[in-house]
């Protein structure tokens, strides 16, 4: 075999890894069940394949959550990491392997990539001062209180000494290797981006830090810590074995790399498409063949995100309608490479028009047939007329032009395709009515016709389930099965989707039982994967304070989710109904007699944290006579009051009313927990300054600890407004 041909029997392809800061949804599930789709094709097609996914855990991102949670980075990764991989595993995808860039395989391969990329005088010292986006993880050009231009948060002036990795030797190396390589990014309009991008001019990147310690020390000089994105980028090539002496490490390294496809969400086509080739052209290392980017999962038209509270997850799609449901719907709806709306009610719609009433009805209807008539014996096709003739030519015309389509990540047209031959094959059996014997027809002639058109349509159904197998594995074993075809896992492993002719299904061939594919989803469906969200979400929401590890696990039928949720500390609460306001403020300390308190509607809270003088938004209220009796200044001088300002702030998920800050009062950060949702916008409220109580003890709300209280004016009425300054005010300084 030439080298060529070797190589063109391997396929290598990896999904984004993924930040452990926030917990799997469908926009994560997205690229790694399109990533699984890709993998199970080529595996079916005899390549030797593989397909590696994992989690992304260093940064000051992820530093900050965990000190949030209250728990180790570490132990705060492990847990999330093992959501991902719990969650990868519930649904069955095929990933060869699963990479954490802090397990020791890995800091061994980014220590050696750094390395090597100094030897080669790539990398220099320097002093960066200027702004950055710890959301992001990246620099960003312009003066301080300048806001991301990614994420549009607020970004943080650091000023520290740096290793420089030399980007700008690379602006035309770049630029060459893009034109030689038409293929290497897509879509286009990613393609059109980066190359914007980098005709705009590179500048030297600074590819270590000093202002955190949790990540991969800089070989030599341990006070510095290598920077986020040349640490997970280099998970593509330390999963294989890069940095490794072991020869097996080295062997699948050599047999891998370069990666066939990086497949990543379109906002990080920069890093993939610029910096991680720049990186691996400077090491000497090949750079990868392709990188293609999705486009986002939308929810109530915005991005589905942890941080906009509009998320959905994977299990409650799969609790309701199976795992192939929501792998169909994912790549049938939104076409790739564009942005595509998620809803239940156009999931059910998928779900019932082409699984259960099209795919699932038509080989419901053959197996059945075949059973009654022929004793579930494939028949003899006999001769051929005009119709099957034309059926064939279809089905062979969709082997054909499946392939390539697929290849070119035209999932939604492949599908479309596919299901016009389900379409044809139920037509066909409808036009021929093998069921029906006309009067005028002998016993023989109608036994020729039920076998020819039985055959036929199983034949039809093997070609569908067949190509359809990378993408609905779970019903296309069944359906193999059924055909009397055995196990389609080990028609898989030995690349039966290579020789995909017309014809494989033998007369003679013994069908097996017939079994429900897609049972019809009922006129509840939506609602129960509603509920079972609104459920998950009032049980994330209670156990977000808590270290992940103790996060209360998705609901299944061994946890079931009950109407009401327990605190850490096992107080009850009662569930909010969703839209509902929440009781106003009469919450008191247990022992205590309810007492009224002048605040807005604030959420529930644990009866054991909830006091009155605690209350997320303590404004009195405009209506009320002011306070009758008089303080000393030494009362008031124990209320510290500060200016901070907002540097993240988010809903809390399924809390009307509930906003989470991350304030900066200039000598320390914290969080701090708002009833002000209703009335502000999040994204607005991001580098406004605001007055804050500085000394308040912390208090838990809904799981999360809110370390002080914004101050607002309360109107009757009206929205809530936040006291701040007409004048420029340092942050910390302390109102008096
Ligand atoms: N850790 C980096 C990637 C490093 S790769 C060397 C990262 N992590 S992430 O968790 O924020 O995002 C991982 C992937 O999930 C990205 O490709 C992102 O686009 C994808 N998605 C997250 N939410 C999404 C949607 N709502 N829709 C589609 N994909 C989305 O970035």
């Not at 060529?4 to 690229?31: C, D, F, K, M, W």
């Not at 800091?107 to 790539?122: D, S, Y």
């Not at 594995?473 to 995909?500: M, N």
């Not at 991001?686 to 809110?706: D, F, H, Q, W």
Request: aromatic letters at 10%.
């Amino acid at each position: 075999m030439t080298d060529q041909a070797t190589r063109s029997e391997r396929y290598y392809l990896t999904t984004p890894i993924y930040y452990v800061n926030a917990r799997p949804h469908l926009g994560h599930a997205y690229s790694t069940v399109v990533c699984d789709a890709i993998a199970r094709r080529k595996r079916a097609l005899g390549i030797d394949t593989w397909f590696l996914t994992g989690t992304d855990e260093h940064g000051q991102k992820i530093e900050r959550s965990a000190k949030l949670a209250g728990c180790a980075p570490q132990e705060f990764a492990d847990a999330i990491a093992a959501e991902f991989r719990g969650l990868w595993d519930r649904l069955g995808l095929t990933y060869d392997d699963f990479i954490r860039t802090t397990e020791p395989r890995h800091k061994r391969g980014v220590q050696r990539l750094f390395a090597t990329l100094r030897e080669r005088g790539f990398i220099y010292k320097g002093r960066y001062s200027g702004q950055y986006c710890i959301y992001d993880e990246a620099y960003v050009d312009g003066p301080p209180g300048t806001l991301c231009p990614d994420c549009g948060r607020l970004t943080e002036n650091v000023s520290e000494e740096n290793y420089y990795f030399k980007l700008s030797a690379f602006e035309r190396k770049l630029l060459e290797f893009y034109e030689e390589n038409p293929e290497f990014m897509g879509p286009e309009s990613t393609r059109r981006e980066v190359i914007s991008f980098v005709r705009g001019g590179l500048r030297d990147l600074s590819v270590s830090r000093t202002s955190f310690s949790w990540g991969i020390p800089v070989p030599g000089d341990e006070k510095h810590v290598v920077y986020v994105w040349l640490d997970a980028l280099a998970n593509y090539i330390t999963a294989l074995g890069y940095g490794s002496d072991d020869p097996t490490d080295k062997a699948r390294f050599e047999r891998f790399w370069p990666a066939d496809m990086h497949l990543i969400g379109k906002e990080i086509s920069r890093f993939h498409c610029v910096y991680w080739p720049a990186f691996l052209m400077a090491a000497g290392i090949a750079p990868p063949k392709s990188v293609r980017a999705n486009g986002w999962l939308l929810f109530d038209q915005g991005k589905m995100s942890k941080s906009r509270g509009n998320i959905v997850r994977a299990d409650t799609v799969m609790q309701v309608l199976g795992t192939d449901a929501l792998r169909y719907f994912l790549m049938r709806e939104i076409p790739f490479g564009q942005d595509g709306n998620f809803s239940f009610d156009a999931l059910v719609q998928r779900y019932n028009g082409d699984l259960a009433n099209g795919y699932g009805n038509l080989v419901s209807r053959v197996v059945n047939m075949v059973h009654k008539y022929f004793g579930g014996v494939v028949p003899e096709v006999g001769a051929e007329t005009q119709a099957e003739i034309t059926l064939r030519a279809h089905a062979e015309r969709g082997v054909a032009e499946f392939g390539p389509a697929f290849d070119a990540l035209n999932f939604s047209d492949v599908l479309k395709q596919l299901w016009l031959l389900v379409a044809e094959t139920d037509g066909y059996l409808t036009a021929n009515a093998p069921w029906k014997k006309p009067a005028d027809r002998s016993d023989s002639d109608h036994a020729k016709l039920q076998a020819r058109v039985l055959a036929t349509a199983a034949e039809a159904i093997r070609i569908i389930t067949a190509l359809a197998y990378p993408v609905l594995p779970d019903a296309a074993a069944k359906v193999w099965r059924q055909l009397g075809l055995g196990e389609i896992a080990e028609a898989a492993r030995s690349g039966f989707l290579k020789h995909l002719t017309w014809g494989g299904l033998k007369a003679g061939t013994k069908f097996g039982e017939p079994a429900p594919l897609f049972p019809r989803a009922e006129k509840d469906a939506v609602e129960r994967m509603q509920n079972l969200e609104d459920e998950n979400n009032r049980s994330v929401v209670e156990a977000a304070g808590n270290k992940p590890g103790m996060v209360t696990p998705a609901p299944g039928p061994t946890n079931p989710v009950v109407g009401a949720v327990r605190t850490e500390r096992g107080a009850h609460i009662e569930p909010e109904s969703p839209g509902e306001a929440a009781p106003t403020g009469t919450t008191a300390a247990p022992g205590d007699a309810a007492q009224p308190v002048n605040a807005v509607p604030t959420e529930p809270v644990a009866p054991e944290h909830a006091t009155r003088t605690l209350s997320p938004t303590p404004v009195s209220a405009a209506h009320e006579s002011p306070a009758s009796e008089t303080i000393s200044i030494d009362d008031f001088a124990k209320v510290e009051l500060r200016v901070a300002q907002i540097l993240v702030a988010e809903r809390v998920p399924k809390a009307d009313k509930l906003l989470r800050l991350e304030v900066d009062l200039g000598y320390e950060k914290r969080q701090i927990l708002a009833g002000i949702a209703q009335h502000y916008e999040p994204e607005k409220l991001i580098g406004r300054k605001i007055v804050i109580v500085a000394n308040l003890a912390p208090r838990k709300m809904r799981g999360l600890e809110s370390n002080g209280m914004l101050l607002a004016a309360s109107l009757e009425g009206g929205a809530p407004v936040l006291a701040g300054f007409l004048e420029d005010v340092p942050l910390g300084a302390r109102l008096k």
